[in-house]
């Protein structure tokens, strides 16, 4: 894993931004939306593909392209990026009623993803560790499922967490409506990292992922 890369501050449009939300008014905020994932139900299906996995890659995807997504601190608190972040998914132990916390190295190729991921998930499936790879890499996001139930709504409480700067992500129970089938998705996020409009953009491009499905098939 190669350091983060520190953001040089002068030429940094968002610096007062940062400044702000990390020390004058530390704050998080989080939206949930339904995304329409009608076509990529279908792909998966017809790829025999698995959901939960093209559903982190798609998110891990459009994460990897915007550094406010892969942002964290040096040892010293100053505003870094990590070149490139991995998904840290949940896993459901049935049996226990329990989940591990596993991960998987992101790669553009949805396939190979694909592959090293369900390997991850059979590995551990019945794990009764709640980390059972150890920890995850300092350069991960999270992203969690809560399939038997849809929300409009999902906010994450999280103590003394003003230095956790990575995205969360929830994924909720499909919906179907008026011919569509809807994946309520949370996303999570601390203030001094994005601002709305970098969110929305990243929930935007989400849905063109989800709406033009031919990578699953890839």
Do not use: K
């Not at 520190?6 to 020390?23: L, N, S």
């Not at 226990?96 to 998987?104: C, D, G, K, M, N």
């Not at 969360?168 to 309520?184: A, H, K, M, N, S």
């Not at 998705?185 to 935007?204: E, K, P, S, W």
């Amino acid at each position: 894993m190669n350091d983060p890369i520190p953001i040089d501050v002068e030429t940094w449009p968002r610096r007062q931004h940062f400044e702000h939300y990390r020390t004058a008014v530390p704050c998080t905020y989080s939206i949930t939306v339904e995304l329409d994932v009608t076509t990529f139900v279908a792909a998966v299906r017809s790829a025999m593909r698995r959901t939960y996995i093209a559903q982190i890659w798609a998110i891990a995807s459009v994460v990897n392209r915007y550094e406010e997504f892969r942002m964290t601190l040096t040892d010293s608190g100053a505003p870094a990026t990590w070149s490139l972040v991995h998904p840290s998914f949940t896993v459901f132990n049935r049996e226990r009623e329990t989940f591990a916390s596993v991960w998987a190295p992101y790669n553009p190729d949805f396939a190979a993803f694909h592959e090293a991921a369900a390997h991850v998930i059979a590995e551990h499936a019945e794990s009764t560790r709640l980390f059972p790879q150890g920890p995850s890499p300092r350069n991960s996001f999270d992203v969690s499922s809560l399939p038997w139930t849809a929300f409009t709504g999902f906010t994450l409480n999280i103590g003394g967490s003003w230095d956790h700067l990575a995205p969360i992500f929830t994924l909720g129970q499909y919906v179907e409506r008026d011919g569509q089938v809807l994946l309520p998705l949370a996303v999570q996020m601390h203030h001094a990292a994005a601002d709305g409009f970098h969110t929305a953009r990243l929930i935007n491009e989400l849905r063109d992922l989800f709406s033009d499905a031919s990578w699953v098939s890839s």
